[in-house]
């Protein structure tokens, strides 16, 4: 087999035929390859036509059907299978190859795979890959960790089949060395779930406070969307709100039941946010929101529990109730992109990946789930002041949210009166409030761990590290 394919992709489900068929149309020659082989011959059968495919049946022959040095694109499903077409195709690879991983995968493990095969000489990216089934096929937003050197070799190859944002920029550049793609993906994917949980926190109220029908909230989202709030979340927010079940005539939403599930990133981002002390607690209530749902035995034994009934507003008091509703909504987005930044601004300080997140903002303005107008801003903002301590610290976002605020608190109030539960809306509001507040009670919380375990505390008004003698005369001495 003579060496003519650009590109490899080993990996046929979903993501990967769909990925391999975006090369095949961008006009690169592709090597395409599964563990189960009628897979590649059904993807070659169906969609030969729309480039050029080159079918390997062995390892062997997609690795031999690769010009030099070799690009293999893997998309197994994550975790073990990973490693195990890594052990597969390694040996048959040369230094200077690279194999890339556009799964899900954990950055630890990419951070792990990375260091054994630099040690043989092979380039080890891990990519992040946004966009779903679609996007994969039309245009990504990608997210490509590895060596500044592999970058060089597969960059022009992503930027070509990845999706443009409306400026034509690719939604893809280098995002840091080993783990750096997969801990932005991973981040992308808590901002997905905080955005997720914040529309549909707005939807509960719409329906329940401002007593709108599943129609009508789709049409409000509509009207959303040609706003500040346009985005890709918004948008099929309102399709799906609009869905009639054809089977019974009621709305879709109504069907369907109330238990969410996850596959996993939304917690990893919740799990990497903690190690790294980083409070993302917009997402974390957005993950444990989802994990409510599903308690179904938990929430038959509670559904008794004493607490107000929703009375809906009407006329024009909904129509006022629901103009505040996307204030809380927008302020409550700056605050879990605001957290999400944050953890990859404290990611790349203790990885030293050196990530530039308006660089990031601008990879995730096409082709990925959290596609945004407002990610323009958060680009901007960056450019602006690279340094920025936090979204929060931007003069235009803070005077968005200085002008939210009220109706924002007027929403919160409005939930809690009425016994909606609104706990992402709630907890931005809350780290809002904390990063504002002049005082916490930190300070009594300091005195608490002294007391309890002599954990010690440091004064407002002098250098160093002290201790009050508790169980005795209650003076205070110095620890340092
Ligand atoms: P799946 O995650 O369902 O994985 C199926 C593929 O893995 C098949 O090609 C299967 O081969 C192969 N595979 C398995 Br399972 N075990 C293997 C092994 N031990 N050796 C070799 N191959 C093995 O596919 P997907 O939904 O297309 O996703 C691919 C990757 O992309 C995943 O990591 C996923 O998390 C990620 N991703 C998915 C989306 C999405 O929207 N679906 C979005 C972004 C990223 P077989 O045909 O022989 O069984």
Same mark, same amino acid.
């Given at each position: 087999?003579?060496s003519t394919?650009?590109?490899?992709?080993?990996?046929l489900?979903?993501?990967?035929?769909n990925?391999?068929?975006?090369?095949?149309?961008?006009?690169?020659?592709?090597?395409?390859?599964?563990?189960t082989?009628?897979?590649?011959?059904?993807?070659?059968a169906?969609?030969? *036509?729309?480039?050029?495919? &080159?079918?390997a049946?062995?390892?062997?022959?997609? &690795? =031999?059907?690769? +010009?030099?040095?070799?690009?293999l694109?893997?998309?197994?499903?994550?975790?073990?299978?990973?490693d195990?077409?890594? *052990?597969?195709?390694?040996?048959?690879?040369e230094?200077g190859?690279?194999?890339?991983?556009?799964g899900?995968?954990?950055?630890?493990?990419?951070?792990?795979?990375?260091?054994?095969l630099?040690?043989?000489? %092979?380039h080890f990216?891990?990519?992040?890959?946004?966009?779903?089934?679609?996007?994969?096929l039309?245009?990504p937003? %990608?997210m490509?960790?590895?060596?500044?050197?592999s970058?060089?070799?597969?960059? $022009?190859?992503l930027?070509?089949?990845?999706?443009?944002a409306? =400026?034509?920029?690719?939604?893809?550049s280098h995002?840091? $060395? *080993?783990?750096?793609?997969?801990?932005?993906?991973?981040?992308?994917?808590? %901002?997905?779930?905080?955005?997720?949980?914040l529309?549909?926190?707005?939807?509960?109220?719409?329906?329940? &406070?401002a007593?709108?029908?599943p129609?009508?909230?789709?049409?409000?989202?509509?009207?959303w969307?040609?706003?500040r709030?346009?985005?890709?979340?918004?948008?099929?927010?309102?399709?799906?709100?609009a869905h009639?079940?054809?089977a019974?005539?009621?709305?879709?939403?109504?069907?369907?039941?109330?238990?969410?599930?996850q596959?996993?990133?939304?917690?990893?981002?919740?799990?990497?946010?903690?190690?790294?002390?980083?409070?993302?607690s917009?997402i974390?209530?957005?993950?444990? @929101?989802?994990?409510?749902?599903?308690?179904?035995?938990?929430?038959a034994a509670?559904?008794?529990?004493?607490?107000?009934?929703?009375?809906?507003?009407?006329?024009?008091?909904? *129509?006022a109730?629901?103009?505040?509703? +996307?204030?809380a909504?927008?302020?409550?987005?700056?605050?879990s992109?605001t957290?999400?930044f944050h953890? %990859?601004r404290?990611?790349?300080?203790?990885?030293?990946?050196?990530?530039?997140?308006?660089a990031?903002?601008?990879?995730w303005?096409g082709?990925?789930?959290?596609?945004?107008a407002?990610?323009?801003r958060?680009?901007?903002?960056y450019?602006?002041? $690279?340094?920025?301590?936090s979204?929060l610290?931007?003069?235009?976002?803070?005077?968005?949210?200085?002008?939210?605020?009220?109706d924002?608190?007027?929403?919160l109030?409005? @939930?809690?009166?009425?016994?909606?539960?609104? $706990?992402a809306f709630?907890?931005?509001?809350?780290?809002?409030?904390?990063?504002?507040?002049?005082?916490?009670?930190?300070?009594l919380?300091?005195g608490?761990?002294?007391?309890?375990?002599?954990?010690?505390?440091?004064?407002?008004?002098?250098?160093?590290?002290?201790h009050?003698?508790?169980s005795?005369?209650?003076?205070e001495v110095?620890?340092?």
């Amino acid at each position: 087999m003579s060496s003519t394919a650009q590109i490899g992709v080993t990996g046929l489900a979903v993501m990967g035929s769909n990925l391999a068929r975006n090369f095949a149309r961008n006009g690169f020659t592709v090597a395409v390859h599964n563990r189960t082989a009628a897979k590649t011959r059904a993807l070659v059968a169906e969609h030969g *036509d729309e480039g050029t495919f &080159v079918a390997a049946e062995s390892a062997k022959e997609f &690795v =031999d059907a690769l +010009e030099r040095p070799r690009r293999l694109i893997v998309m197994v499903k994550a975790g073990e299978p990973t490693d195990a077409v890594i *052990d597969e195709f390694a040996p048959l690879l040369e230094p200077g190859d690279v194999i890339i991983d556009g799964g899900n995968a954990h950055f630890e493990d990419t951070r792990r795979r990375e260091r054994q095969l630099r040690e043989r000489g %092979i380039h080890f990216v891990g990519v992040g890959i946004s966009g779903g089934e679609e996007g994969a096929l039309l245009g990504p937003s %990608i997210m490509p960790g590895g060596s500044a050197e592999s970058y060089a070799s597969l960059g $022009p190859l992503l930027e070509k089949i990845a999706a443009k944002a409306a =400026d034509g920029t690719p939604c893809t550049s280098h995002i840091g $060395p *080993d783990g750096a793609g997969h801990f932005v993906k991973m981040v992308h994917n808590g %901002i997905e779930y905080a955005d997720m949980q914040l529309i549909a926190e707005a939807y509960h109220l719409l329906r329940d &406070v401002a007593g709108y029908s599943p129609a009508r909230i789709a049409e409000t989202f509509r009207a959303w969307n040609r706003g500040r709030l346009d985005s890709y979340l918004i948008e099929i927010t309102a399709e799906v709100l609009a869905h009639t079940d054809a089977a019974t005539g009621r709305p879709f939403v109504d069907v369907v039941a109330d238990a969410a599930e996850q596959k996993g990133t939304g917690r990893w981002t919740v799990q990497i946010a903690l190690d790294l002390g980083v409070p993302v607690s917009g997402i974390a209530e957005a993950v444990f @929101a989802r994990s409510v749902s599903g308690h179904a035995a938990l929430r038959a034994a509670s559904a008794e529990l004493a607490g107000p009934r929703a009375t809906p507003l009407s006329g024009a008091e909904a *129509d006022a109730f629901a103009a505040q509703v +996307e204030q809380a909504l927008y302020a409550s987005k700056i605050v879990s992109y605001t957290q999400g930044f944050h953890q %990859i601004r404290a990611g790349s300080e203790q990885y030293e990946w050196g990530v530039d997140p308006g660089a990031v903002a601008a990879l995730w303005r096409g082709g990925c789930i959290i596609r945004a107008a407002f990610l323009d801003r958060i680009k901007a903002a960056y450019d602006a002041r $690279p340094d920025l301590p936090s979204l929060l610290s931007d003069a235009g976002f803070a005077g968005e949210i200085a002008a939210a605020q009220d109706d924002w608190r007027a929403v919160l109030v409005a @939930a809690v009166r009425q016994g909606i539960p609104v $706990p992402a809306f709630a907890a931005s509001l809350a780290y809002y409030d904390a990063l504002r507040a002049e005082r916490l009670p930190a300070a009594l919380t300091q005195g608490q761990r002294d007391f309890f375990g002599a954990h010690t505390y440091r004064r407002t008004d002098r250098e160093g590290s002290f201790h009050t003698l508790w169980s005795g005369d209650r003076s205070e001495v110095s620890t340092d």
